[in-house]
């Protein structure tokens, strides 16, 4: 198995469980949206919480996958003698095409998920202070954009380098939010950095400081990759065991899950804030994922893997797709499905997105290796 195997395993899994929380959003128009300062109504059953859970892993592993992606792609350009201008010229052209993907495909596809809906949904309220009037509105793809950009010029950086960006972006952001009231109105340019909300101006849920975090610890781990090639999965393994029991003994004590700290019952003890991420959503998320890292290493390619693999080397063509095939299975429910009629069109598009994914790969995989159509 080809060492980006792995990777590529890990984010089609990743996507796999984005769809069904996408698919909970517009065909069950369910959704819930774990802010921070705000109040959260919680998860109506654990069916719910369930789903919800397991689309948890995805932010963290886009993030923390990009990284390893960015260095490792970087590494593999510069031995076939691409120079830092042109490397870094790469990753500013698919950064900036990323934020181009989110204004003119991604908002269409989720207005189309949402024009026919009736129903209240459950994203809850927003920290910040919005009075009305112009309004830049982001989504995930802004902070993957962004992320990208910056990390272009990072992904050369010892590895010490960027375990202590990683660190940094974490205490400033837990320092910056510990500090903030969410009834007050933010700058627009917090809320692009550092403070998930909406103000007069713009709506954030994704910006960048903490998530450049998980991004700069990717690019730690491929490094390790790089260096320790027969340990790697093993380290990866360990560090995944290591996060979630200093998860379980973060949770336990009540700290470092921002406003959301006390907990009654198992659910309300794995209710985390992911907006901006805290540090225990950070620990439990990334540490499964390095986890599931090294499991994915340990399979060989068995024939029932090809679909989550195609959908790992499709990603950003699958994001946009799935949004728009779920918006338009979303139209004859605009109060919302039953949880269990949710799932099953959920694994419907997923075997409809296996075929196009996989056309589409074949297509993208003819392209030079400079083709913008490689960047998707």
Request: hydrophobic share 50%; proline share 5%; glycine share 10%.
């Amino acid at each position: 198995m080809k060492r980006s195997d792995s990777i590529d395993l890990l984010r089609g899994l990743i996507m796999v469980f984005m769809a069904l929380d996408h698919a909970s959003a517009m065909i069950g128009r369910t959704h819930f949206s774990e802010m921070w300062g705000v109040a959260f109504g919680g998860y109506p059953d654990l069916a719910w919480w369930i789903t919800r859970f397991v689309s948890h892993l995805c932010a963290p592993g886009f993030f923390f996958l990009m990284g390893m992606s960015i260095f490792l792609f970087g590494e593999k350009r510069m031995q076939a003698g691409w120079s830092d201008k042109k490397i870094f010229s790469y990753f500013l052209k698919r950064g900036g095409l990323i934020l181009l993907f989110m204004l003119f495909l991604e908002f269409p596809a989720w207005g189309l998920g949402f024009a026919f809906s009736e129903g209240e949904g459950g994203g809850g309220q927003m920290p910040g202070q919005y009075t009305g009037g112009f309004l830049i509105p982001t989504t995930v793809l802004y902070g993957l954009g962004m992320c990208m950009i910056i990390g272009g010029f990072l992904w050369k950086l010892p590895k010490i380098i960027h375990l202590a960006i990683t660190g940094g972006c974490f205490a400033l952001s837990g320092w910056y939010i510990s500090s903030s009231l969410p009834t007050e109105a933010f700058h627009p340019l917090e809320h692009f950095t550092i403070v998930p909300g909406m103000s007069n101006g713009a709506m954030t849920i994704y910006p960048i400081i903490p998530w450049l975090g998980v991004t700069t610890f990717g690019m730690f781990m491929a490094k390790l990759m790089t260096e320790q090639k027969e340990k790697f999965y093993s380290i990866s393994l360990v560090t995944g065991i290591g996060f979630i029991l200093a998860f379980l003994i973060l949770r336990y004590l009540e700290v470092c899950n921002f406003q959301m700290g006390d907990y009654h019952d198992w659910i309300t003890f794995f209710s985390l804030v992911k907006y901006p991420p805290s540090l225990t959503f950070i620990l439990i998320t990334c540490g499964i994922n390095l986890i599931l890292l090294f499991l994915f290493s340990k399979t060989e390619r068995a024939s029932f893997l090809k679909p989550v693999l195609i959908f790992g080397q499709t990603a950003m063509f699958f994001y946009i797709a799935h949004l728009y095939l779920y918006a338009l299975m979303s139209i004859p429910f605009p109060t919302g499905s039953g949880i269990g009629l949710m799932y099953l069109l959920w694994m419907v598009g997923l075997v409809i997105l296996y075929f196009i994914c996989n056309r589409f790969l074949i297509f993208k995989k003819s392209r030079p290796l400079d083709s913008i159509w490689r960047m998707v």
